[in-house]
């Protein structure tokens, strides 16, 4: 016996090869997996206090995915409240919401930052209408 010359290296052996192509194919499978359903959660989490905060103003949660099907973003759509001259309180009331269902998240991002910018200016404009209102039912 000559210690060592039966040895079948790894990569010779097809059967061996295959299975190590294997292990490595259900490592990445498990990898994706696991990282598909981590980001899964995380962008959930984050629309769906959007989408919690928003009430009836919010629309239903859309998770993006790239082209590997892993999810990489998400969204709620928002109804923006509409300057209204004859209900600014209305206005006002909608745009609270807004800004809530914005910065409900503990991770806002800039486009929600944005968001809640514009729904405060709203505000802003309906809270000067309505104190005009005021003036005028005074006068
Ligand atoms: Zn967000």
Redesign the pocket.
Known sequence: MVSGVSAISFASNPVMRAQAVQSYQEQRNEARQALIDKNYHDIFM??SA?KAAGGPLAGAIVIETNEDGIPVGGHVAIMMPVLNPENPQKTIDDANTVVRAAMA?AD??G??FRVAAQARNIRAEAEGIKQKKKLNYLA
Do not use: G, K, M, N
């Open positions: 984050h629309e959007h998240p806002p991002s486009q929600d």
